[in-house]
């Protein structure tokens, strides 16, 4: 379980349990290496495999929502944005 926050400086910080277990990536979702490379160094292996597992699954909704756009879009629909 953890929690993400849009940071006033534009970076997202994600807490989970434990005083050790943060990110703080500039972009949300983002890929594996910027969840291990801005994360507190003692954060557990758990926590950024959890982390990690749902910026994938955000990631790829967000790729099935642009797929279904264009083939709306080239059916000829208009796409609200």
């Known amino acids: 379980m953890f929690s993400v926050h849009r940071l006033p400086s ?35 292996p758990r926590f950024l495999a959890e982390v990690e597992k749902e910026s994938n699954r955000l990631m790829a909704l967000a790729q099935k929502a642009r797929e279904l756009e264009e083939a709306a879009l080239a059916a000829g629909y208009e796409v609200a944005k």
Do not use: D, M
């Open 10 to 44: 534009g970076y997202y910080h994600i807490r989970g349990v434990g005083l050790c277990n943060w990110t703080q990536p500039s972009q949300w979702p983002c890929e594996a290496g910027e969840i291990e490379a801005c994360a507190f160094p003692e954060a557990s």
